[in-house]
């Protein structure tokens, strides 16, 4: 007699597997909450203890010790460590918006964040964006030191008038500045064919550098109207947004032009290929450079929802421009998107 194995087995299988690793997703958030609200409350003891005592600098480095010997099998009780306990509790105590917040991502998150970032603004962003997409550790390191948060803010697009206000906010954080493609291999002169086959051939680190929540759709996707076929570069998905992206690159500067061409292509799109229950399409145009008034101009007359940014082998966004963010309270508002 053979056991034989029942046909949807598979499914069982499938739906097993799947349960165990939510049950282990659930057990490693469930730890590092405890974790990260140990070394709260040690950083708090530590805060209080020393706060109108005549306790110095050295005490921590006795408590780090007599901790170590008292637990050896556990680390992460160095003096260095117990210092950033410290700063931790010190830095989040009186922040009621990003207090909660700091116990969703890692220890080690925690500290590149806290280390890395100038003010509460910029830290929320990361924390946020770290707890959304899952980012590792190097990952987080890269993001900050290619001032994702400043490309981020102080991307230009005409949202405020053209993107439905229920997701004005994610619309705008779905559009960066300047985005740098260090992952594709091209020579100092490409057309941009070239340029889209690269792309195509990095399709991965070419969504992610694009924020996460990009689908890819298509390439050279295909409109015709009127017996004239048209041609969009790119057209991606937005899965929060629920919406398609035209993207259409280019090797030179920013002309104006390009936001008609783009009008057309979004109005063809959401009459042709928006879904009933889709938001209506974004349009992102990739250039080489652009000029900011020049993009302002341009952009104030448009009626469809259209980004222009830029796109860089390498990153060169100066630090001064940290100095031309927006006033908080918008940038406070703008992150209420990052959910």
């Known amino acids: 007699m053979t056991n034989s194995i029942p046909e949807d087995y598979r499914n069982l299988l499938v739906e097993v597997k799947q349960r165990i690793r939510s049950a282990q997703y659930e057990a490693l958030k469930a730890v590092n909450k405890e974790l990260i609200a140990l070394y709260w409350d040690i950083g708090k003891m530590i805060v209080t203890r020393q ?5 110095g600098k050295s005490v921590v480095e006795i408590l780090a010790k007599d901790l170590q010997a008292e637990f050896p099998g556990i680390g992460g ?14 830095t989040y105590a009186e922040n009621e918006k990003l207090a909660p917040l700091v116990r969703e991502i890692g220890w080690t998150h925690n500290i590149v964040i806290l280390e ?14 770290t707890r959304k997409f899952g980012w590792t ?32 906010n994610q619309a705008k954080l779905a559009v ?4 740098i493609f260090d992952f594709l291999e091209l020579s100092d002169e490409y057309d941009e064919r070239q340029l889209e086959q690269a792309i195509l051939g990095r399709v991965e680190p070419f969504l992610k ?3 996460g929540m990009f689908a890819f759709v298509g390439s050279q996707f295909r409109l015709e109207i009127d017996d004239e076929e048209y041609f969009i570069d790119l057209v991606l998905y937005h899965r929060r947004l629920k919406c398609l992206v035209a993207v259409e690159l280019k090797i030179g500067k920013f002309l104006p032009e390009y936001v008609g061409k783009m009008q057309f292509y979004l109005a063809a799109l959401d009459d ?62 703008l992150l209420e998107g990052i959910e």
């Open 51 to 55: 706060e109108g005592a005549t306790w």
């Open 77 to 90: 009780f160095s003096a260095a460590n117990l210092w950033r306990m410290r700063l931790f509790y010190e």
């Open 116 to 129: 890395k970032c100038k003010d509460d603004l910029e830290r929320e962003f990361y924390i946020r964006m």
């Open 137 to 168: 550790k190097n990952v987080l390191i890269h993001q900050i030191e290619n001032q994702t948060y400043e490309k981020t803010i102080l991307n230009q697009t005409n949202f405020d008038r053209s993107v439905p206000e229920e997701i004005r």
């Open 176 to 179: 960066k500045d300047e985005y």
């Open 209 to 211: 550098e694009m924020g």
């Open 272 to 333: 042709r290929v928006k879904l009933v229950d889709e938001n209506p399409s974004i349009g992102i145009i990739l250039c080489k450079s652009k000029k900011k008034t020049t993009v302002e101009y341009a952009l104030r007359e448009s009626n469809k929802p259209i980004g222009v940014a830029t796109y860089k082998m390498v990153s060169t966004l100066p630090q001064e421009l940290k100095n031309q963010l927006p006033a908080p309270e918008q940038v406070a508002k």
